[in-house]
């Protein structure tokens, strides 16, 4: 009995599921076909780099997408049902939301743990003093702002195609 209740546990784990719930990285989800960008916050890029505090450098968007898959994992598996509330649309046409997966506030889960900073918004400016304080996530080191580290990228794509 014993051994049935750990695959059965085993199983859970391996693959929590919400019909049409995508993570696509730190601060974007994807329900149901239906783009949604966090409001309020701004996580690493998928191919981001940071120093962590012994100077070694090491793919932070990466950790914000697995962090945030993480937590939705966890949710999920309590069986906490996700529910976003629209403020707005962005230029790429995604929902701007605020979303809660049971109880808990992705977007302010995400500043929280380090993993996200505030953007365009003080919605979670206590959160990320937070995060600050405490050398939570990207805090640990030096990073660059991911709006700023996408300016560079977008530059540096621009020169590329200039030579």
Known sequence: MKRVLWILILAMLAYPVQAGLKVTD????????????????????YDQEC????????????????????????GLIRGDKIKCRQMGTDRYKRSLSECYLGKVNLN??????????????????????????AKRGIWQGKFMRPELHRILKRYQKAEKYKK
Request: charged share 40%; hydrophobic share 35%.
């Open 26 to 45: 730190g601060d974007s989800l994807e329900i149901d076909g239906k783009k949604i960008r966090l409001i309020g916050i701004d996580s690493p890029e």
């Open 51 to 74: 120093e962590n505090f012994a100077k070694e450098k090491y793919l932070c968007g990466k950790m914000a997408s697995r962090h945030m898959q993480e937590m939705v994992d966890i």
């Open 108 to 133: 302010e889960e995400m500043v929280r743990s380090g993993w996200a900073v505030t953007y365009r918004h003080d919605m979670y400016k206590e959160a990320e003093e937070e995060a600050k304080s």
